[in-house]
């Protein structure tokens, strides 16, 4: 005589399933990681006349780092911890050098004429730039025009660039803009 199967009763497994499921929801944390903040230019517009701009020389400081995570800037081998300075000098041309940036009179809204630098920091990196060497370099740009909007902030408006009020942030934007041109990685070492 054949014993009747027992079934198995699968009513509570599935209330435990679910029981955890729910507790992995609730204690599971989600890594969020957080890039470059950036703003992009706008697209060009199609039917738009492409300009043939003319920048002079003086005006740029190439700033390159090549595959082993090497900086160059303005031609010559540098530690990163100087390059803020070097950047700085570059954009505020304190000695008015003739081989740094002209200044273009700009009249500026709410604070009159002031003489903008022209400098623009061109950034290179090769593709094998390591993503370190690579925001390290960024942060030092970032922090030498920071450091100067805070200077010209101080001296017209006796507070650091972030606590002006929007207007004012708005000036001191028009005054020392953030010019860091973005070149598309390189291959390099392929022959």
């Known amino acids: 005589m054949a014993r009747p199967v027992q079934e198995i ?3 509570s497994m599935a209330d435990i399933a ?3 499921l729910i507790f992995f929801l609730m204690v599971t944390t989600m890594d969020v990681e957080a890039g470059l903040q950036r703003r992009l230019p706008p697209m060009p517009d199609e039917n738009q006349k492409q300009d043939d701009v003319q920048i002079n020389r003086r005006n740029i400081l190439v700033v390159r780092i090549n595959s082993l995570d090497v900086l160059l800037a303005g031609g010559q081998i540098m530690d990163v911890s100087l390059l803020k300075d070097k950047a700085k000098e570059f954009l505020t041309n304190p000695a008015n050098v003739e081989t740094l940036p002209d200044r273009k009179d700009k009249m500026i809204e709410g604070f009159g ?3 903008v630098s022209e400098g623009v920091i061109s950034l290179q990196n090769d593709r094998g730039t390591s993503y370190n060497a ?4 960024q942060n030092e740009l970032v922090k030498a025009v ?3 909007r805070d200077e010209f902030a101080m001296k017209n408006f006796g507070k650091v660039y972030i606590a002006l009020d929007e207007d004012k942030q708005r000036i001191v934007r028009e005054a020392i803009p953030q010019n860091i041109s973005e070149a598309d990685p390189k291959e ?3 022959k």
């Open 134 to 137: 690579y925001i390290e370099v």
């Open 113 to 115: 004429n002031f003489a």
């Open 9 to 11: 009763n699968a009513g």
């Open 18 to 20: 679910f029981l955890l």
């Open 188 to 190: 390099t070492g392929k």
């Open 146 to 148: 920071n450091e100067i």
